[in-house]
């Protein structure tokens, strides 16, 4: 059983922040304000129960296990602060299945760190898409707004991510040069690409893997000549290898996430095991809030196109992985961001859909919040284009 402690705005305010540097030329300013604070479990890190770490030398117990996460203001500013169960450190081998080292100067080694954040708890609005290859998704109607993430080599994760999930990436924030404390890794991202300073009212959901540090395209059988975009992600295997997890289960759906911060009373085991081996849906993961959001928002449907309007040549749904879609059919005139809905039975919509990628021969979409329950097999239309699914600027990568 996972506990974790919320430490909210309140209560936040009264504690001692630890002293942390803010730029150059600005020791004389006020020590960074603490918005909230989240303890996880410790020796927790093996996923939904059975991973095992990789056999390599340079790991050690605790490096995949997330003990603590804090959120900071300092001034215009916003530190996210994420400690491991071990030290930080650089290893010793910056080879790994190459004969050239690893490009790593962003303080981070061996894990990547995913923070997602809900800004606006009462809105449907946003993104159910993690970074490619991490193979988990959220609670039925949550959804991020921003999300930073915290990896060894932030470009290529950015442009493998970008290419993926175009509409998704867009709200990314992949920060560089982080700072380091010993098990503590710290980083600084300005208020305004955030939306605004944080509040109390934000949820998080922080999830901890291994970093590889090439990039591996792994062909899958959902559409013939596709592959499983990865952003450097390690691998989970049923035997752990030097450089993959092991103890992986049957299938392609499990996670490769190995902890996650939870809120009190929920166990990882069971989150991280919620995936479905026959479906492919992927593991549902909660947010964490320092102030209880309510219940989770219901996306209302925007009225339908006329009737006259002339459905383009139907989709067929070919896979569901929780709110990601594989769809096959002809692809001319189909882009990113296009609007589709997927009929029932009758050819009544069911479920609407919004295309991320297109592919060779069919197209990825992510679903909609609110609609129904849909089945490979299903029929796809797609209409006009969509408007923004999100207001306001897109916020520049630090």
Known sequence: MRHVALLPLAAALGC???????????????????????????????????????GDTQFKHGDFDLRRFAVRVDGDDVLFEVTLGADIRVPQDLYRTSGTPADLTNNLY???????????PTSPAGHTA????????????????????????????RAVTAEALPA????????????????????????????????????????VSGAT??????????LTGAVEADAFTMPVLPLREAFAFGGAPPGDAFPRVVDVLLPPGLDQREV??????????????????????????????APEAPAT???????????????????????????????????GPKGEPVAR?????????????SLVPGGGPISAGARVVFRAMPGPTMGGPAPVNP
């Not at 605004?196 to 999830?207: I, L």
């Not at 189909?334 to 609007?339: A, D, E, I, R, V």
Request: charged share 20%; aromatic share 8%; with cysteine.
């Open 168 to 207: 998704a990436a867009r709200w990314m924030i992949f920060p560089e040069r982080l700072q380091l404390r010993g098990r503590t890794l710290i980083a600084r991202v300005p208020a305004d690409q955030l939306g605004g300073p944080p509040s109390a009212a934000w949820g998080y959901s922080v999830h």
């Open 110 to 120: 061996l894990q990547n760190i995913d923070v997602y954040i809900d800004t606006e």
């Open 213 to 222: 540090w090439e990039r591996n395209l792994r062909a899958i059988d959902r």
């Open 272 to 301: 991280l095991g919620s995936y479905q081996t026959a479906s492919g849906a992927w593991a549902r993961v909660p947010f964490v809030y320092a102030r209880p959001p309510g219940p989770a928002p219901v996306l209302v449907s």
């Open 309 to 343: 309007a002339t459905p383009r040549t139907p989709f067929t749904v070919v896979d569901v992985s929780d709110a990601m879609v594989t769809i096959a059919g002809p692809v001319k005139e189909l882009k990113p961001m296009q609007l589709g809905q997927v009929l």
């Open 16 to 54: 001692a922040a630890a002293a942390i540097p803010g730029p150059a030329g600005d020791s004389g300013r006020a020590a960074p304000r603490l918005v909230a604070a989240f303890e996880d479990a410790r020796d927790d890190a093996s996923g939904p129960g059975g991973y095992v770490p990789p």
């Open 130 to 157: 993690c970074v490619p290859g991490r193979r988990v998704a959220f609670e039925r109607g949550r959804t991020w707004k921003r999300a930073v993430i915290l990896t060894p080599q932030p470009g290529p994760a």
């Open 353 to 365: 859909l919004v295309v991320v990628q297109v592919l060779e021969k069919g197209a990825v979409a």
